[in-house]
């Protein structure tokens, strides 16, 4: 079987979407091909959101907000939107989550804390159900 692809997708990819694409990536050790990506990129990612995650050891400073294209969506899996499920194309045969998560924009690493924990296990129960080995 092919390794399976999943595009995490918020609207500024600077936060949720980086967070739950780092933890993919580092959780499934390259079992699973990541992708993130935002319908309005931000400039750069969000300070608290990169904070947090250093605090958990995952250095997601080098990474860069993406604008969502059809490819990447073309090319997943499984698309997890986070608050941008009107502005991500849909194509059949995919399959869409949608995950209901606070915004860390503007908030400080105490706020982002919490939307961190709530990715991680999220991200822990997706790959769980694809396969990953831990």
Same mark, same amino acid.
């Given at each position: 079987m092919e390794k399976p692809s999943?595009?995490?997708?918020?609207?500024?990819?600077?936060?949720?979407s980086q967070?739950?694409?780092?933890?993919?990536?580092?959780?499934?050790?390259?079992q699973v091909e990541v992708r993130s990506a935002g319908s309005a990129? +931000?400039? @750069?990612?969000?300070?608290? *959101?990169r904070d947090a995650m250093a605090e958990a050891w995952i250095d997601i400073s080098a990474e860069r907000?993406?604008?969502?294209?059809?490819? +990447?969506? @073309?090319?997943?899996?499984? *698309?997890?939107?986070?608050?941008?499920?009107?502005?991500?194309?849909?194509?059949?045969?995919?399959?869409?989550?949608?995950?209901?998560?606070?915004?860390p924009a503007g908030q400080g690493v105490e706020a982002v804390r919490p939307i961190r924990d709530e990715i991680k296990s999220r991200t822990i129960k997706l790959l769980e159900g694809l396969g990953v080995e831990f």
């Open positions: 999943v595009l995490f997708v918020c609207v500024h990819n600077a936060g949720r967070m739950a694409a780092a933890y993919a990536a580092h959780l499934s050790g390259g990129p +931000a400039m @750069e990612i969000n300070p608290a *959101v907000p993406k604008i969502l294209t059809t490819d +990447a969506v @073309e090319l997943s899996d499984i *698309v997890i939107t986070m608050g941008c499920s009107d502005t991500c194309p849909v194509f059949p045969g995919k399959r869409y989550e949608d995950w209901k998560l606070e915004d």
